[in-house]
């Protein structure tokens, strides 16, 4: 009995290690740990194109681990960050990054939310200026409005 | 009517037609950074047997068609038979094999034929990042100044062979000829 469980807790053990083992490595990281977490921030910021909306820090693709390797390889080189990113870009395009850079491709949406709510709330004060506007005039009652209040009032209180 | 409340009318119209034409586009293929741009500069072995390999110098002086595929690739399988119709006709076709071991870049090439005036072996897939090539199979059209004129992602059937591929290279080719030598 106890040597079954002792077998179970080192057959689960293994299989612990052996998953850590596989996320770890495979895939060889830079010696200085400086620049391997200047790349892994790159990593972050850099789509996948084979899984899309992942960055390739997160993506498992192939692709993903070949683009995580060339950032550390320009990082390795002495590129700054930006120069690792106008790499990246040179052969992708701005889609490769997840935060799309402002220009006339662009404009439309970075513009866009901000130029609906503006719109919103435009539209909104117009409607309640206006709707104040249209209230008309007050004016006090006259003497014989105020009696013919005062009598429906009196009938009300006695019916 | 108000012309105040044709506003949310003419907002929902203006909303459908731009989700309407969202629909229609492909999120799968992103526009190619490279295009007008000249070919990444490269050397690469030819695939085993199928020599000599393929630089990016190969590239100029005529306008090409580069095919980037791999045995791996099943789609790669369906567009083969039209790369050998394309080869027939005189017009020169290079193929880069992508992430592909020698052996078995070598059998498909054998099983299948080989439509590739050239070849290039790119074991690690590195010369396919520097042309952005992200699924294979991909297919490019270059220029006679080895410029990248076209990029089709995915694989390549008769309709877009007829009307994308090579309706670009038969009028490259005519800009070409039309220059004066030299």
Excluded at chain 2, 23 to 50: C, H, M, N, Y
Excluded at chain 2, 82 to 103: C, F, R
Aim: net charge neutral.
């Amino acid at each position: 009995m106890m040597a079954a469980a002792r077998g179970a807790l080192a057959v689960l053990t293994f299989l612990v290690l052996a998953t850590v083992a596989l996320a770890q490595g495979l895939e060889p990281t830079l010696p200085d740990p400086v620049l391997e977490a200047r790349a892994q921030e790159l990593h972050k910021v850099l789509r996948c194109l084979v899984c899309q909306n992942q960055s390739i820090h997160e993506s498992n693709a192939e692709l993903a681990r070949d683009l995580r390797n060339v950032v550390r390889e320009r990082v390795a080189a002495g590129d700054s960050d930006a120069q690792v990113l106008t790499y990246v870009v040179a052969r992708y395009g701005d889609w490769v990054l997840l935060r799309p850079p402002f220009n006339a491709g662009t404009m439309l949406l970075w513009l866009g939310p901000p130029l609906i709510l503006a719109t919103a709330l435009l539209g909104t004060g117009v409607y309640f200026v206006r709707s104040r506007r249209s209230i008309p005039d007050m004016k006090p009652l006259t003497s014989e409005e105020q009696a013919r209040v005062a009598a429906l009032l009196g009938e009300e209180r006695q019916g | 009517m108000r012309p105040a409340l044709a506003v949310p009318l003419v907002v929902f119209v203006v909303v459908a037609i731009a989700l309407a034409v969202g629909l229609g586009l492909k999120p799968r293929e992103i526009p190619s950074a490279l295009i007008g741009k000249p070919v990444p500069t490269f050397a690469l072995e030819p695939v085993q047997d199928f020599g000599p390999g393929l630089s990016s110098e190969d590239l100029k002086g005529q306008v090409a068609i580069v095919n980037v595929f791999a045995s791996w690739c099943v789609p790669c399988r369906v567009e083969h038979g039209l790369w050998e119709e394309v080869a027939k006709q005189g017009i020169p076709i290079y193929g880069i094999n992508y992430k592909d071991t020698p052996a078995n870049a070598s059998a498909w090439l054998k099983q299948l034929g080989n439509p590739y005036a050239r070849t290039g072996a790119d074991r690690q897939g590195r010369v396919g990042i520097d042309w952005g090539v992200y699924g294979v199979p991909e297919t490019f059209v270059v220029d006679e100044h080895g410029m990248i004129q076209l990029k089709f992602i995915g694989p390549v059937d008769r309709a877009a062979l007829e009307t994308q591929i090579l309706p670009k290279v038969r009028a490259l080719q005519a800009k070409a000829g039309a220059r004066p030598a030299g």
